[in-house]
């Protein structure tokens, strides 16, 4: 499925949010999602939301995350 | 005599607030954060790289209370949303607000601002904007809720110090909430100055991280601002266009 995550194409085979994060996670080796964010079609997506979040085609996600700032 | 500094009913410690970029290391930001004696640091909400990982800074200032901005944001809209993925990140309700109007000057949209000031407050954010020296629009702000102002020294990492120091000694005296000097703070006499003009506190990053040692600044501005403030509760006397001798005028040898 082809999404726009953080601006860009990508392709990939996630249904859900949390289906996405599972994978940043495991690319990362991060040990939990404190410090990271991620917004669907311009609104938050809650935490508690993600695994209940399903991802449509062509659907804008952002995923952030807290780094030093002025 | 307690000289508390109070923001949204939470006392801190320091009244100095420290941004976290642009330090030449990992273990100088540490450092110098450290060697500050601050409380709260800054942190900005942005896209994850999807090909480096980056540092985590966020674990290297565990320690501090995280203020996340929203530095860059041109809308009330993009500035409520970063505000709330920076609430669902960290966890904290405390939200620097930026409204960027103007990327030549970095200075605000003040109506932005505003707007997203109103929203954040209903959503129940914290909200401390970065805002014009302009007593008008500070009172408007808080007016509208916000937890401080924050008005500029000077424009955003300009080094300029305190441009308008009687419109920031103007804001001080009538704000009902504090008052946080943000931005171009230059060296350390620039954090004197402004504390002595009566703010609260004063936020800078740029001064300390681009110094040739920020470490060393940061320990400079730590003083600086206990300084300021010392001597702001001190009352300065009044500068006089004639000497006025302070040596006793009686008994004078010779006379």
Same mark, same amino acid.
């Given at each position: 499925?082809?999404?726009?995550?953080?601006?860009?194409?990508?392709?990939?085979?996630?249904?859900?949010?949390?289906?996405?994060?599972?994978?940043?996670?495991?690319?990362?080796?991060?040990?939990?999602?404190?410090?990271?964010?991620?917004?669907?079609?311009?609104?938050?997506?809650?935490?508690?939301?993600?695994?209940?979040?399903?991802?449509?085609?062509?659907?804008?996600?952002?995923?952030?995350?807290?780094?030093?700032?002025? | 005599?307690?000289?508390?500094?109070?923001?949204?009913?939470?006392?801190?410690?320091?009244?100095?607030?420290?941004?976290?970029?642009?330090?030449?290391?990992?273990?100088?930001?540490?450092?110098?954060?450290?060697?500050? !004696?601050?409380?709260?640091?800054?942190?900005? =909400?942005?896209?994850?790289?999807?090909?480096?990982?980056?540092?985590?800074?966020?674990?290297?200032?565990?320690?501090?209370?995280?203020?996340?901005?929203?530095?860059?944001?041109?809308?009330?809209?993009?500035?409520?949303?970063?505000?709330?993925?920076?609430?669902?990140?960290?966890?904290?309700?405390?939200?620097?607000?930026?409204? =960027?109007?103007?990327?030549?000057?970095?200075?605000?949209?003040?109506?932005?601002?505003?707007?997203?000031?109103?929203?954040?407050?209903?959503?129940?954010?914290?909200?401390?904007? @970065?805002?014009?020296?302009?007593?008008?629009?500070?009172?408007?702000?808080?007016?509208?809720?916000?937890?401080?102002?924050?008005?500029?020294?000077?424009?955003? !990492?300009?080094?300029?110090?305190?441009?308008?120091?009687?419109?920031?000694?103007?804001?001080?005296?009538?704000?009902?909430?504090?008052?946080?000097?943000?931005?171009?703070?230059?060296?350390?006499?620039?954090?004197? =100055?402004?504390?002595?003009?009566?703010?609260?506190?004063?936020?800078?990053?740029?001064?300390?991280?681009?110094?040739?040692?920020?470490?060393?600044?940061?320990?400079?501005?730590?003083?600086?601002?206990?300084?300021?403030?010392?001597? @702001?509760?001190?009352?300065? =006397?009044?500068?006089?266009?004639?000497?006025?001798?302070?040596?006793?005028?009686?008994?004078?040898? !010779?006379?």
């Amino acid at each position: 499925m082809k999404i726009y995550l953080n601006g860009k194409n990508t392709e990939v085979d996630c249904f859900t949010i949390q289906d996405l994060w599972n994978r940043e996670q495991a690319e990362r080796e991060l040990d939990s999602s404190r410090g990271f964010a991620i917004a669907r079609n311009g609104a938050l997506v809650p935490k508690r939301e993600w695994s209940t979040t399903s991802i449509n085609t062509n659907d804008k996600i952002e995923i952030v995350r807290a780094m030093s700032g002025g | 005599m307690k000289d508390e500094f109070v923001i949204a009913g939470v006392t801190l410690s320091s009244r100095l607030l420290l941004g976290t970029a642009g330090y030449p290391s990992q273990r100088i930001l540490r450092d110098a954060v450290q060697v500050s !004696g601050c409380e709260v640091v800054t942190v900005s =909400i942005r896209r994850i790289s999807l090909e480096g990982h980056g540092t985590d800074t966020i674990e290297l200032l565990s320690k501090y209370r995280l203020l996340p901005n929203t530095a860059g944001c041109e809308t009330a809209r993009d500035a409520i949303l970063t505000a709330e993925l920076a609430r669902e990140a960290l966890e904290t309700n405390w939200i620097k607000l930026e409204v =960027i109007g103007d990327r030549e000057t970095l200075y605000p949209d003040t109506s932005e601002l505003l707007q997203a000031t109103r929203k954040l407050v209903d959503m129940g954010f914290v909200v401390l904007p @970065y805002c014009n020296d302009d007593p008008v629009l500070c009172m408007r702000l808080a007016d509208a809720g916000a937890a401080a102002v924050m008005p500029m020294g000077s424009m955003i !990492g300009s080094g300029l110090g305190v441009a308008n120091p009687a419109n920031i000694e103007h804001i001080c005296k009538r704000s009902p909430v504090p008052v946080i000097v943000d931005a171009g703070i230059g060296t350390a006499s620039d954090a004197v =100055i402004a504390m002595e003009l009566g703010a609260s506190a004063v936020l800078l990053n740029t001064a300390v991280a681009k110094s040739d040692d920020p470490v060393l600044m940061a320990g400079a501005m730590k003083h600086a601002v206990q300084s300021g403030r010392l001597a @702001y509760r001190a009352g300065r =006397i009044p500068r006089r266009g004639r000497a006025e001798p302070s040596s006793p005028q009686m008994g004078l040898v !010779g006379s």
